[in-house]
């Protein structure tokens, strides 16, 4: 007999013994096929456990796997041609279990061996680090027989009671409260229980109980059924008949509200008062002109309705998203989420096969990346880049849309910008700018702002560029207001209209809800009759919109609010898994709070058991309505129902737990979550975010912690481009590391600081073109040859340290115009991590040092600079360094150049201005441009030679790289007219005499001796 347990920890027993299968996947293939009664393909196989891989190699370790399965295993593993099975006759305890609880029997001692089968959690201690598709569905059965054996018990109890055995009841009721002990509804079965049995006293005891952790964990009290209970057991009033809370003739599902659907009630009303808004965005989405058509104005003042009018008559595809209040700190997320509806498209399966066809593996991969689900079954797989670049994930959303245009015009909607975070925004950016020859346009939708947000600062630059369309939304004039009352009630159109009107005061989500509040209170009847006497004597309604909303909410029952709290909390969108383990109540109560939250119109259905909001007032409204102290409490029972739900893998929500548990006053707990998060950020290329966790995370860090956040952090500055904070962090980070006796790292770290507080730093760190000077960087060397020596002194030095520790000391070489010795460094570091296979953590460090052996080398004039280029330029290409590609491109250039191959020079130096353009990597650009007027010199082109080295002159000057924009007017004193050319060389011996610049001193007078720029 073959026996398969995967309820608790798992176990193959054959014939009692048990079986041992050494292969982690080998075994999840086994689990998989149990928990299935019927066979399964070949294909759904390969898509759960080898997705990552191409079919061929996917088929073959299927094949192998199988192998040595079927020699364990034997006949008990059917193997066909195009499926597989486990034989008829194995016995799994989840088949057993959920097939007898479909259909409980009402024999209770069939019941109790049937519920005894839960060991513990499905495949409890069992996962796979890869790929995510196998935990995912870990995840979604483990929550799947909780409930059922939360039901199950449930029921046993209710069979127990109706037998008289009290105490077995109260038995079967604790198993389940192990659970979650807020299970109200049992814990109200338990008083009950407790009193039929004779014994008021531990009833009372249960109650007091009770009270004090809901007040604990929830900050409210018992509900009202409860205290009712718990009144007539006081008073030994409690009839023996009460209902039983638990008795469920099958599993609760979500429903959907059999009422007329009112979650939108503007929905229901005519579009009025927007016809020149439309008209404008309808002109731009036909145009696809790269723009941004932004929508602004107050809160309820119609921007999100206007987008809806355009997407319902564009016929174009629609991706949108929403930027939400609660996770202004998680990358992305308004990406995601416009994402995560893209594939809930009916097209999606037409359109995932084009991107299959279409879109290069190396930008699926990326996408991936951001959206793991997106690199489903039949999307392409490819590692994604191993190093954080958020310019090459911006391109890969770009190619994507690309992708998907060619099929159908594409429209962007991102609503609530205000909310977006940094990362958002720079994508959107990005895509914007690439878009102008696309059918794809965008639309944003955002409230006021300040002038020194994110937001104000990209619409600053997209203004700048002609890129930007804003319209400001104003409130309904009286005549719109009468458009919508003569709809109404055409018969009573001009008295409907002037209260409307008064109420409203033009706002269109104030007036929707008078249109709402008007139908509940009887004043607008059927047919368009108004209700005259009862409009007159109609109350003031309040005039603001939050007072609307709270006038909604306290209409709302108990159980409902005591929903609405927990869902508010969770965010604009939640899940019933979530709302169900915040709320503390059962199922079915859930599921009749959610039916009276959208029949109240305050809450709409989504795919799946997912809900939203109506708005995103109703949640501000609705969540600072809950008090500071409940709604930490809240907060923290989020986190840990995420934490319950995802443990199989919980990295895609570690920034919404730390969020939580930030939100819920528990630093000490949020930290991890946030140090994880941090991490996942840094991945994504996202730097304002990933610095925000990590600051989070150091709230409690120890010592240990400490050292290597704030290292990380210096590592994610200088990413960003922000110098001067990599080095202060660097700073900190060293006298952490030295604090704890890491002297070698504390060593390395303030060299690393001393070096990226030197000025002109960037145009060393990259190979661009300087002028070198003898500098005092005595003190920088001395750390960074302290730091090796005593990592050579513990041991064997890492290649990564190593390399690390010889690109900064040929960066200090070169910086002190020692071009020899940089050289002899810069070959050290590439040559620290030969046979390392050139590793993810590495990899960047290789690319720099051939990025500056071929700089340095083509300034010594050496042939091997042209080797050196080519090598980093494929490495940078295959890995995707976009950073490193236009310096390296600039090398071949200017390599090409010197050998007269004017041909191979313009192609380098064009290739790789398109790419500091495209990207927007700012260094290149002016050594670019410089190179593009060199080559049209060369080629007798003065006018273009001038035209592109003023511009380079310019980028020189406003980067501030002041050795470059020396240079680069030295180059151009011999094509200038001799006054202009005077006052360039005036400007470049300025700088000279007052900086002791030697060379560039020489350089003048080289230039002077020839009859260029000499003084009058």
């Not at 058509?293 to 987008?307: S, V, Y």
């Not at 319902?312 to 930027?323: F, H, K, P, T």
């Not at 709270?550 to 939640?574: H, K, N, T």
Request: some cysteine; charged content about 25%; proline content about 5%.
């Amino acid at each position: 007999m073959f026996v398969i347990q995967i309820l608790g920890r798992p176990r193959l027993l054959l014939d009692g013994q048990p079986v041992q299968v050494v292969r982690r996947k080998a075994r999840a293939l086994v689990y998989y096929l149990a928990a299935h009664s019927s066979p399964l393909t070949r294909e759904e196989l390969l898509a759960l456990l080898w997705p990552d891989l191409d079919r061929s190699a996917a088929q073959h370790t299927l094949r192998a796997t199988l192998h040595e399965l079927h020699k364990t295993l034997g006949n008990w593993l059917i193997i066909d041609k195009d499926s597989l099975s486990l034989a008829p006759q194995t016995e799994v305890d989840a088949r057993l279990f959920d097939s007898r609880l479909s259909d409980p029997s009402a024999d209770p001692e069939l019941l109790a061996a049937t519920v005894k089968l839960y060991r513990g959690d499905f495949l409890d201690g069992f996962s796979l680090p890869d790929p995510p598709e196998f935990d995912d569905w870990v995840a979604a059965e483990r929550e799947r027989y909780r409930r059922l054996a939360r039901r199950g018990l449930a029921t046993l109890a209710d069979q127990y009671e109706k037998r008289g055995r009290f105490g077995d009841a109260l038995d079967a009721l604790n198993q389940a409260l192990d659970f979650d002990l807020l299970q109200e509804d049992l814990q109200r079965s338990c008083l009950r229980l407790h009193y039929l049995a004779g014994d008021r006293a531990s009833a009372i005891r249960r109650y007091e109980k009770l009270r004090k952790l809901l007040d604990e964990e929830m900050g409210v009290p018992p509900m009202a059924e409860t205290q009712a209970m718990y009144e007539a057991i006081i008073t030994d009033t409690l009839s023996s008949s009460s209902s039983n809370d638990v008795a469920a003739d099958g599993p609760p599902q979500p429903r959907r509200s059999a009422s007329t659907p009112r979650g939108r009630a503007s929905a229901a009303l005519p579009f009025v008062g927007r016809d020149a808004e439309l008209k404008a965005l309808r002109t731009l989405v036909s145009g696809h002109a790269g723009q941004l058509a932004l929508i602004e104005g107050e809160p309820g003042i119609g921007k999100t309705r206007l987008a809806e009018e355009l997407i319902r008559e564009s016929g174009a595809l629609i991706i949108r998203g929403a930027a939400h209040e609660l996770e202004q700190s998680l990358p992305y997320q308004p990406i995601i989420e416009a994402l995560r509806g893209l594939r809930s498209h009916p097209q999606w399966p037409a359109l995932d096969g084009v991107l299959r066809r279409n879109l290069a593996p190396v930008w699926s991969a990326e996408i991936g990346r951001l959206l793991p689900e997106m690199a489903g079954t039949s999307f392409v797989h490819q590692r994604a880049i191993s190093t954080p670049d958020d310019r090459h994930l911006w391109e890969a959303l770009n190619q994507f849309l690309f992708a998907v245009s060619r099929q159908r015009p594409v429209i962007v909607f991102l609503d609530d910008l205000h909310w977006a975070d940094a990362s958002t925004l720079g994508m959107l950016g990005y895509l914007v700018r690439q878009a102008a020859t696309e059918p794809i346009a965008f639309v944003g939708a955002t409230r006021p702002f300040t002038p020194r947000s994110a937001l104000a600062a990209l619409l600053r630059a997209l203004t700048g560029e002609g890129r930007l369309v804003r319209m400001t939304l104003s409130r309904l004039q009286p005549g719109d207001v009468a458009s919508v009352a003569r709809h109404l009630s055409p018969a009573y159109a001009h008295i409907l209209a002037e209260w409307l009107t008064r109420t409203s005061e033009g706002n269109p989500y104030i007036l929707a809800e008078l249109v709402r509040h008007g139908r509940e209170s009887g004043l607008l009847l059927a047919g368009g009759v108004v209700d005259l006497n009862a409009l007159s004597a109609s109350p003031i309604v309040p005039r603001t919109v939050h007072s609307l909303i709270q006038a909604r909410l306290e209409r709302l029952s108990e159980p409902a609010r005591r929903i609405l709290d927990a869902a508010v909390v969770v965010g604009r969108e939640f899940e019933f898994d979530v709302v169900s383990r915040v709320a503390a109540v059962s199922e079915t109560t859930v599921l009749d709070g959610l039916d009276e939250l959208q029949t109240a119109g305050l809450i709409c259905p989504l795919d799946g058991p997912r809900w939203a909001f109506d708005h995103s007032l109703t949640v501000e409204v609705a969540y600072r309505e809950i008090g500071i102290a409940r709604r930490q409490l809240l907060h923290r029972r989020v986190a840990e129902a995420l934490e319950d739900i995802h443990q199989v893998r919980l990295d895609p929500v570690v920034g919404l737990i730390a969020k939580h548990l930030g939100e819920g006053n528990a630093p000490d707990r949020a930290a991890p979550y946030a140090r994880r998060a941090g991490n996942q950020a840094r991945r994504l290329a996202a730097w304002t975010e990933a610095i925000a966790f990590y600051q989070q995370s150091l709230a409690v860090a120890d010592e240990d912690e400490r050292t290597f956040i704030v290292r990380t952090m210096g590592d994610v500055y200088f990413l960003a481009g922000q110098i001067v904070r990599a080095a202060e962090a660097y700073r900190e980070a060293s006298t952490l590391a030295r604090s704890r006796g890491e002297a070698a790292l504390a060593e390395f770290l303030l060299g690393t600081a001393l070096m990226f507080e030197e000025a002109d730093l960037a145009e060393f760190m990259y190979g661009m073109r300087p002028l070198f000077e003898g500098a005092d960087l005595t003190e920088v060397v001395t750390h960074f040859e302290s730091a090796e020596a005593l990592y050579r002194e513990a041991g064997p030095i890492s290649p990564k340290m190593l390399t690390q520790i010889k690109n900064a000391l040929g960066i200090c070489a070169a910086r002190r115009g020692d071009l020899p010795r940089a050289v002899a460094f810069f070959r050290a570091a590439s040559a620290a991590v030969q046979g390392t296979g050139h590793h993810a953590a590495t990899l960047v460090y290789v690319v720099l040092a051939q990025t500056n052996l071929a700089s340095y080398l083509r300034v010594l004039d050496r042939p091997d600079a042209l080797e050196h280029a080519l090598s980093g330029l494929r490495l940078a290409r295959e890995n995707g360094l976009l950073a490193y590609q236009p310096h390296l491109l600039s090398n071949l250039g200017e390599i090409a150049l010197a050998d007269g191959d004017l041909e191979a020079a313009g192609k380098y130096l064009t290739e790789g201005l398109d790419l500091t353009e495209r990207f927007f990597i700012p260094y290149p650009i002016a050594g670019l441009m410089a190179n593009l007027g060199r080559l049209a010199e060369r080629r007798g082109q003065t006018a273009t030679a001038v035209h592109w080295l003023s511009r380079a002159l310019a980028r020189a000057d406003a980067m501030g790289t002041r050795h470059l924009a020396a240079q680069i007017r030295l180059w151009l004193i011999p094509l200038l007219p001799p006054t202009a050319a005077e006052a360039c060389m005036a400007e470049v011996r300025t700088m000279a005499e007052r900086q002791g610049r030697q060379c560039l001193l020489e350089e003048i007078a080289r230039l002077e001796a020839k009859g260029l720029g000499a003084r009058s």
